[in-house]
């Protein structure tokens, strides 16, 4: 359902991996330390073609393994205090919650891009 | 109410089962994300922005105490203690995990419910209109023939894999609340002009969405007994020549637009004429059996209006106000049907928190004959209550933040969750409907202005219905940011037509002062009673397009200041 939001060109760089964990549907974050993280701040960044396709590589490997979903790099620019944010709007929004309750989400629980 | 028979207990029950073994052998990796989405849409289960979204049949909008508390249940326990109802008159739970949902629909199945139908290119839910067997202009219930669809159709071997999602909505009423110009099917129960018998009108070919269509007759009477096999020639034709190449020209709407109505029309009656219809058509029995779940409740004989609520409101302005705009004609005298708003000021419509849907389960209990609705506009509605009992039902209702007095008013927006949830959505919904409510908040301003429904949708799918609002509003992307676009004169009564641009797409900022530039317009041009919608019938597009260029125009000025 969700297509990554990427020109056909390959993306601006630098970008994130976003996807959905498959039990909880949560939207997860290819983690600096391996693995996934619901956090947006612990998102690794890829800042060159070879890094994003590591990314990418991780990102299908954990889909073939079943352990999230929807997979897809996501540009994102580094805001002051060091923290990836998604330069498009949608993406920006999937970082933080719904903005019609900000009770909700990862901006209730983690420390997310301004 | 309709009952669950052995059969209906048994479908359902095995339908999760199944749907639990299916979510296990996801989960230990047996079945593959392709192999498993269909499955799980089939069960009304999506994946959207932030989490998964199970999307609950409530058919026909019927419900009662027992169900609303179950499904309050869920939302505190699975939830995040709200859940929100659609202009489907479906129920969505935004956040439930994946291993929790066939828990969830276990529960559901405990009171007869589930969320079949709800997703997918199958007979959709079927829905109808919110005032049905109460309505004095109603002809007959339409839940029996909805009933008698779904019985239909939940299990037609030859309908599972259509070419693309198919709604059908029935209306038994001479106003049409249920929208049935705009659904692929709509049907009309009716009598007929010379002989009185009642029958069914069925318009094929309506729909919202990329390609907005009002639907046509294909059969301006059809004879009761033969609904089931004449849906099912309308559904082959469909099926067999409805475009399988092409999602955004799958609709049945395409269809009938690209053969032309006289052809379509031949097209069925052939593939009807081909029908043994007595094999396909409910036996006489089975329709009597549905209609008595249907019978109406034992109502008591009372006099047509009642002095204590006619005293209650002399002295109550908040009740007299609330009665005079909520409150919708009952067909037995002494009886009020009430709509309970869930729009309140600044409020995302159509969302109800777990304490609101017990507390309004007491009063349906209590007051209404344990009986409530959900209507297409994301409201509900207590269909039976005694208009002795409106003062205490008023109180209880205010108690609960659910005494909003804007049934059908420009505050009572209906709006998509758009990008707040949708994983389709190219803008934001509900933000926009909450800064237009605000704008409007005064309730003098509100009457003054009158009936004037606002629908937004935050992409073009049209899930909002904005091309049937008097006015409409949809959010697109532009150059990276979210843009809107207004329309005026969309309907979706019986009137059915679709709304006009007025000009080109603005900001989300901008877009509650448009509306009040077009308010603005309306009130000067509007003559005697006219709604807003008659005004720009008669007035056409030009003042409208005017009064928006010209705040458009001034905000671009203010901008630039
Ligand atoms: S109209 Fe678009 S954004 Fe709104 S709910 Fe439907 S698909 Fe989602």
């Keep these: ?76 620019r580094i805001a002051e205090n060091g923290m990836p944010v998604a330069t498009h709007f949608r993406e920006a929004l999937r970082q933080k919650g719904p903005t019609v309750h900000p009770d909700m989400g990862k901006q209730a629980e983690y420390d997310v891009p301004a | 109410m309709y009952r669950y028979d052995e059969f209906d207990e048994r479908f359902v029950r095995d339908r999760v089962r199944q749907f639990r073994s299916q979510v296990e052998r996801r989960l230990d990796g047996s079945l593959s994300d392709d192999e498993f989405k269909p499955l799980r849409l089939k069960n009304g289960l999506y994946l959207q922005l932030h989490a998964y979204m199970l999307r609950v049949a409530v058919p026909y909008g019927t419900l009662d105490s027992r169900q609303l508390r179950q499904l309050a249940l869920i939302a505190e326990k699975y939830d995040k203690g709200y859940a929100h109802f659609t202009t489907r008159q479906n129920l969505q739970y935004n956040w439930p995990k994946l291993k929790d949902v066939p828990d969830i629909l276990d529960l559901l199945a405990d009171v007869e419910m589930h969320a079949i139908q709800t997703s997918g290119n199958c007979i959709r839910n079927v829905t109808s209109d919110q005032f049905a067997g109460v309505a004095k202009d109603e002809v007959e219930d339409p839940r029996v023939t909805a009933e008698l669809i779904r019985q239909w159709s939940s299990l037609h071997p030859e309908f599972v894999w259509l070419p693309r999602k198919f709604k059908i909505a029935v209306t038994g009423a001479e106003h049409d609340r249920a929208a049935i110009k705009v659904h692929d099917i709509g049907i009309r129960i009716l009598r007929h002009a010379e002989t009185n018998e009642v029958g069914y009108e069925i318009v094929v070919g309506g729909g919202l969405g990329r390609t907005p269509m009002i639907g046509k007759v294909v059969r301006s009477f059809l004879p009761k007994a033969e609904l089931l096999a004449y849906l099912e020639a309308i559904l082959r034709v469909y099926n067999a020549e409805g475009r399988r190449d092409n999602k955004f020209k799958a609709r049945v709407k395409i269809l009938v637009h690209e053969t032309g109505e006289e052809e379509f029309r031949a097209r069925v009656e052939a593939e009807y004429a081909k029908l043994n219809g007595p094999t396909v058509n409910a036996p006489e029995g089975e329709v009597e059996r549905i209609a008595a779940y249907f019978a109406p409740p034992a109502y008591e004989t009372l006099p047509e209006r009642s002095q204590a609520l006619e005293t209650a409101r002399a002295s109550d302005p908040a009740l007299d106000r609330f009665v005079e705009q909520n409150g919708f004609a009952h067909k037995v005298p002494g009886y009020i049907a009430l709509t309970v708003s869930l729009k309140g000021i600044g409020e995302v419509p159509g969302d109800m928190t777990d304490a609101q849907m017990r507390a309004f389960a007491d009063i349906a209990e209590r007051y209404s004959k344990d009986e409530l609705r959900v209507t297409h506009s994301q409201n509900l509605v207590l269909p039976h209550v005694k208009q002795d009992d409106v003062p205490e039902v008023f109180a209880a209702l205010k108690a609960n933040g659910l005494a909003t007095a804007n049934a059908g008013l420009i505050t009572d927006i209906i709006a998509c969750p758009g990008l707040d949830y949708c994983a389709l959505a190219t803008a934001k919904s509900i933000p926009i409907a909450q800064a237009i409510s605000k704008t409007f908040a005064d309730d003098d301003r509100q009457r003054e202005i009158g009936e004037l429904p606002i629908k937004i949708s935050g992409c073009i799918n049209a899930c909002g219905h904005h091309h049937v609002g008097a006015i409409g509003i949809l959010g697109l992307e532009k150059s990276g940011v979210e843009n809107y676009q207004i329309t005026v004169g969309g309907d979706a009564s019986e009137n059915a037509a679709l709304g006009e641009r007025v000009g080109p797409g603005i900001d989300a900022d901008q877009v509650p002062g448009a509306v009040e530039a077009l308010v603005s317009v309306y009130l000067r041009e509007r003559q005697g009673s006219e709604r807003f919608v008659d005004t720009v019938r008669r007035a056409g597009l030009d003042p409208f397009k005017a009064g928006f260029q010209a705040f458009v125009s001034g905000a671009g000025q203010e901008a630039a200041e």
């Excluded at chain 1, 391996?34 to 396709?53: I, L, N």
């Excluded at chain 1, 997979?71 to 994102?76: A, F, R």
């Design chain 1, 1 to 76: 359902m969700a297509e990554a939001k990427v020109n056909k060109k390959g993306p601006k760089f630098p970008v994130i991996l976003v996807a959905n964990d498959l039990l909880d549907g949560e939207v997860v974050f290819a983690a600096k330390d391996g693995g996934w993280t619901p956090e947006p701040g612990k998102a690794a960044v890829a800042d060159d073609a070879d890094a994003a396709a590591e990314l990418e590589a991780r990102g299908q490997a954990e889909f073939k393994a079943n352990r999230i979903v929807d997979p897809y790099l996501v540009e994102v």
